[in-house]
């Protein structure tokens, strides 16, 4: 095989590879309770980025927040501005979902609630 035709190949290998890896992530996930729910809905872009919509609602609290980031592997980083502030939501694949942990998100949705949490597809 040709030295460019073998480095096509590879290329036209690693692309289904990674767009697969975007559109598993790809779904609306729950978790919480009755009375704490924490819902995501994940959806991919045409320029396979990844948009992330997480809501949360308690008696004391609720929040909203739509990021957008890239999917590496089992992990999904999506980011959210507000000013300066930027809040960062990291989602790994877990066998029953995702695990999500947050970073600087509070001003989305206080200090009674978060987005954290073990989700699972709904």
Request: proline share 1%; aromatic share 6%; net charge positive.
């Amino acid at each position: 095989m040709r030295k460019g035709a073998w480095a096509a190949a590879v290329v036209a290998a690693l692309l289904p590879a990674s767009g697969a890896a975007a559109s598993t992530f790809e779904g609306t996930y729950v978790a919480g309770s009755k009375s704490y729910a924490q819902e995501l809905r994940i959806t991919k872009r045409a320029d396979g980025r990844l948009d992330v919509k997480a809501e949360v609602g308690a008696r004391a609290c609720t929040g909203e927040v739509e990021a957008s980031g890239t999917a590496d592997g089992d992990v999904l980083k999506a980011e959210a501005r507000d000013g300066n502030e930027t809040c960062t939501l990291t989602l790994r694949r877990t066998k029953k979902g995702l695990r999500v942990e947050e970073d600087n998100c509070s001003l989305f949705h206080g200090a009674a609630c978060e987005f954290s949490g073990d989700y699972r597809k709904r």
